[in-house]
């Protein structure tokens, strides 16, 4: 049944709602005065007000603070009807009224209300109905059971909120109940009071210490049980709350993909996540107490330990590699003083690993595709500064719009590794037969300026006839302009730099790049088709390491092999092998 108060003047609405609404299912109360409405606000349980805000007796401010002072009438939900929109209630009816969406406002309302269920276990019929109505009256709802055996499937069926339960009772005790209870994981949290007329120490003793929140002895005073129980929910809805913020943050530490460790003001370890301990194949206790940068490093200078917050940073793990991002705060005591901190580490190693891949794209790019554009410009720049001899204004002219359109073309390329930051996909070769001779003179005639500004020479020695191979020209033309132009750099002014072809006996052609230059060491040379290493300090500051680390992949795609032969301070040769498709005679 459900109870509905309603403050007005004059009985207008309740007699119109009484009529709409089911009589076995809503009661309707009216009150014409803030006194009487308070009143009866304590000695019954309503399920919703209704406040008509037009009342000039009636204080629906005054009652509202009633309510809200009032533990066990806190949560009852009000309406208002009214003539203006302002109002501090769960919802509002204007004026005039209609009748449907009142109806429907009621009914929606009174469902939003939280019902506290309560079940009395009591074998004493007189008792048990006893309780029932005092509880009632508080606004609870209440089931009885006269035997302990049934308290059990009756828990399995609904869910109560408090158990007021008698001790001596036939076939099952409140002992043996209150046992059951307390040692089912999933029932074990509902408070029990005991009832009972075993009233001497010893036994309130027992019943507390059976794990009850209180106990009553028998006969009871209404208002003693009433009290205890409003305490008892109480007590359960903050504990409650606390359960449901626990259950919350066991599961972001069971299943969050970033680590979560709370450290003490000496980075001391009190707690971690279940992925901290994964990392490092450690269990919680094992880590607890220890200081965490002897796990990872510190990524801190020293007046950094007793801040707010903890500066954004990538960290590694000691023990195995991983990449971390770190972010942490300082967690505060009631009294605004820093107790610790809380730190929070995320794997991104994966995206620090595309991150120089891609990096290593555009490097690429940038190393290849600029060379013969860059060439271009200071070929067009040194006929603009008669390096060649004088030329005509016409032919000025001319040179120098081919100079702007290689500067366009130079800005067209830069523009073109931004987008392709975002496309980094495989290599995919485009054979045709090949004339590698032609080829390797072509990429001379472009490198040529470069090593002009060392007054160097490229010179070339080409097996007789024509070499013939199934190759994507560009990708292969980007393996001999990377080792040449290495060559080029590693070696000293007025220096000859010489790309040999030959056949050899498994019919695989063979291109021999030697130059005279610094050479490579021998702790270095396992590990220079490696990524990110240079044989060249020098040229390592400018350049990415990772051009002899594709021309090994672009040989390998196309069926071949590069090897390398050096000694540090006397040259290196490069050696390129590549299958033939046909060698044609002169």
Not at 22 to 35: K, L, N, R, V
Not at 223 to 241: G, P, S
């Amino acid at each position: 049944m459900y109870k509905i108060l309603i403050t007005e003047e004059k009985e207008e609405y309740s007699k119109i709602i009484r009529q709409m609404l089911p009589s076995d299912t809503y009661e309707i109360f009216s009150s014409d005065t803030t006194y009487k409405t308070m009143d009866m606000l304590s000695n019954f349980a309503f399920n919703l007000i209704i406040f008509d805000l037009t009342a000039n007796n009636i204080s629906s401010k005054d009652i509202l603070n009633f309510l809200k002072t009032a533990p066990n009438l806190k949560n009852i939900p009000t309406l208002a009807i009214s003539d203006t929109e302002e109002h501090e209630f769960d919802c509002l009816i204007q004026k005039p009224v209609n009748y449907t969406e009142l109806i429907k406002a009621i009914k929606d309302n009174i469902k939003k209300q939280k019902i506290t269920n309560i079940l009395v276990v009591d074998d004493n019929p007189m008792n048990a109905e006893l309780m029932k109505e005092a509880c009632e009256q508080i606004g609870c709802s209440v089931n009885c059971l006269d035997k302990g055996t049934d308290v059990l499937p009756a828990l399995e069926e609904k869910d109560y909120d408090l158990i007021l339960l008698d001790i001596m009772m036939p076939g099952m005790s409140g002992y043996d109940v209150i046992k059951l209870i307390k040692s089912n994981k999933h029932l074990c949290h509902i408070p029990i009071i005991f009832v009972s007329a075993l009233n001497t120490t010893k036994n309130i003793v027992k019943g507390l210490d059976s794990g009850s929140y209180d106990y009553i002895t028998k006969p009871f005073n209404i208002d003693e049980l009433q009290a205890k129980v409003r305490n008892t929910i109480r007590t359960k809805e903050l504990q409650d709350k606390l359960r449901e913020k626990n259950n919350l943050l066991e599961k972001i530490y069971t299943y969050s993909t970033d680590a979560i460790i709370a450290v003490d003001l000496d980075f001391r370890i009190k707690s971690c996540s279940d992925i901290f301990c994964k990392w490092l194949g450690k269990e919680e206790e094992f880590l607890k107490d220890k200081i965490l940068w002897d796990i990872i490093k510190n990524p801190l200078s020293p007046h950094h330990q007793y801040l707010d917050e903890i500066p954004s940073s990538d960290i590694e793990l000691k023990e195995k590699f991983m990449t971390l991002s770190m972010k942490g705060a300082a967690f505060k005591n009631s009294k605004d003083e820093t107790e610790g901190y809380i730190i929070v580490l995320r794997d991104v190693t994966k995206e620090r690993e595309m991150e120089k891949q891609k990096e290593t794209f555009i490097a690429t790019l940038t190393h290849d595709l600029k060379t013969p554009v860059r060439a271009e410009i200071r070929a067009m720049e040194l006929l603009l500064d008669n390096k060649f001899g004088e030329i005509s204004h016409e032919q000025r002219e001319l040179i120098s719009e081919i100079l702007r359109s290689s500067n366009y073309m130079f800005s067209m390329i830069d523009s073109l590794l931004t987008k392709y930051k975002y496309e980094n996909g495989e290599i995919s070769l485009k054979k045709e037969p090949i004339n590698l001779n032609e080829l390797i003179k072509t990429c001379c005639n472009e490198l040529k300026i470069i090593a002009d500004e060392k007054n160097q020479i490229i010179s070339t020695l080409f097996e007789e006839a024509p070499i013939i191979a199934e190759v994507d020209p560009s990708e292969y033309k980007r393996v001999i302009s990377n080792i040449t132009i290495n060559a080029i750099k590693s070696s000293p002014h007025n220096s000859t730099i010489t790309i040999k072809t030959s056949l050899d006996k498994d019919n695989f052609a063979k291109i021999q790049i030697i130059d005279t230059g610094v050479g490579i060491s021998e702790e270095k040379l396992p590990y220079i088709f490696d990524k990110y290493v240079s044989y060249n300090d020098k040229f390592r500051a400018v350049g990415t390491g990772l051009g002899l680390y594709i021309s090994k992949k672009i040989a390998e795609l196309h069926g071949g092999k590069i090897e390398v032969q050096s000694k540090e301070g006397d040259g290196t040769t490069f050696t390129l092998y590549t299958p033939v498709t046909a060698k044609i005679p002169v």
